[in-house]
């Protein structure tokens, strides 16, 4: 069966995938509501108010009794925020599929955010806070993508201030919700066991939003920042941690299929250029993976690696060479075919999952205003070319672009800066 759509009259969208052979379903809310929408002084309000989400409201009075809902049938209930968007979700065998929208419709349009909730969950999100700071395989790409996002809430953690975390008020958070949850910046999407109409029936009783428009904007990037090209954060560890890229392309760029399959053949998997060179040939990693992230209006491709603090400086000019060789070189077209058989591959592992799949649908329709299905993205996918491979490695790979991110027991990043000048 096709992805069906319904837009209520609030302008809520609804979509869901009805799933073959399966027995369970994903309940997905995406809001429009991630760290870029905030302010500096609020830097972190969206990443805390997913936290309150959970603290009870109308119906679920409290966390014993949202948890227990959802415990009691075996179901799965998580939430994450990103940059552009926070996301709820609950995955239950489908014959529940009506407690999974009672509980997250009650969360979304009554919870209380109680001061004296606010208050405790202060000091959890403090301790995730410093265990993020104490990750550094979270933290440096964190670092990476303030050197090329700049000081803008692009550039900004999710997590936010200690000085946020520690102030913020029942008053803001009711302010930034009323502004952002709203029915025209939020997307329900199901995927699984699930009858469309029903879904569509339930919902709309469900979900009465107090207030019909958004009326906060994100601000636009208008360039990447050139302010620094290298970040050192000194840390005492065991191993370096090193993030090498360049900015990218944003999502839904003609070329952003050319430049994912392009970051599979450089360092995707386990017989990448980067992981055979790097890891393999000069044991200078454990772990090594080329990545893109792309967002609205911008993106990164990016290698990370965790490497020897003795050989630091080789293993990135190890990256860096293989950078360079596909500028200058390009890749085969065996590596071509095979990178692309490689992303089919994991797609189709991961829609598997309903989640995943809800994911997608809610993640299309909310950003670009039209869910894209799996066999689109594929088609999308193989019809990319050599050439166009190979001129993203040259458009990306310049010198001039490139920016390097590290952690490690390293004082100071004079040692590091002759490491971008590359040709």
């Not at 009794?65 to 209930?77: L, N, T, Y």
């Not at 929208?101 to 004296?116: A, E, G, Q, T, W």
């Not at 990218?248 to 760029?253: G, L, R």
């Not at 596909?326 to 592992?349: F, H, N, P, W």
């Amino acid at each position: 069966m096709e992805v069906q759509k319904t837009k209520l009259k609030n302008g809520l969208r609804i979509v869901t995938k009805k799933l073959e052979n399966t027995a369970s379903l994903t309940v997905l809310i995406l809001v429009g509501a991630g760290s870029r929408y905030e302010s500096e002084e609020i830097s972190g309000i969206s990443h805390f108010l997913e936290h309150m989400f959970f603290k009870g409201a109308k119906k679920y009075k409290n966390t014993r009794e949202v948890s227990e809902a959802i415990d009691s049938v075996g179901g799965e209930f998580n939430a994450f925020t990103g940059k552009e968007y926070a996301g709820y979700f609950v995955k239950v065998a489908a014959e529940h599929g009506d407690l999974a929208l009672d509980v997250l419709s009650d969360m979304l349009i009554h919870s209380r955010f109680d001061p004296n909730e606010i208050d405790k969950e202060r000091g959890v999100i403090l301790e995730e806070y410093n265990m993020y700071q104490d990750t550094p395989i979270y933290q440096i790409g964190w670092d990476f993508e303030r050197l090329v996002f700049g000081d803008s809430p692009l550039g900004r953690d999710q997590i936010g201030t200690k000085e946020l975390i520690s102030s913020v008020t029942q008053e803001q958070f009711r302010s930034y919700f009323d502004s952002l949850y709203t029915p025209d910046n939020t997307v329900i999407a199901i995927a699984g066991n699930i009858d469309h109409q029903d879904a569509v029936k339930k919902i709309e009783d469900l979900f009465k939003f107090k207030v019909k428009e958004k009326s906060l904007q994100f601000e636009p990037l208008s360039h990447y920042s050139k302010d620094k090209r290298i970040s050192v954060r000194n840390k005492k560890t065991e191993q370096a941690h090193v993030v090498v890229g360049f900015p990218a392309y944003q999502d839904n760029h003609p070329k952003q299929y050319a430049a994912k399959l392009l970051s599979v053949i450089l360092g995707g998997n386990m017989s990448s250029r980067m992981f055979l060179s790097v890891r393999e040939s000069q044991g200078l990693a454990y772990y090594i993976n080329t990545t893109t992230d792309e967002y609205y209006d911008g993106g990164t491709l990016t290698t990370n690696s965790g490497v020897s603090v003795e050989r630091v400086e080789q293993a990135i000019k190890s990256i860096i060479k293989e950078y360079q060789k596909s500028a200058k070189e390009g890749v085969s077209q065996a590596e071509l075919d095979k990178a692309k058989a490689y992303l089919k591959g994991r797609i189709t592992l991961r829609l598997e999952d309903s989640e995943e799949y809800a994911h997608l649908l809610g993640k299309y329709e909310l950003l670009q205003g039209k869910f894209k299905s799996p066999e689109a993205i594929l088609k999308q996918m193989e019809a990319v070319n050599l050439e166009e491979v190979n001129e993203v490695a040259k458009d990306i790979f310049k010198p001039e672009e490139l920016r390097i991110c590290i952690i490690g027991p390293f004082e100071d990043a004079e040692r590091f800066e002759k490491l971008l000048n590359f040709a």
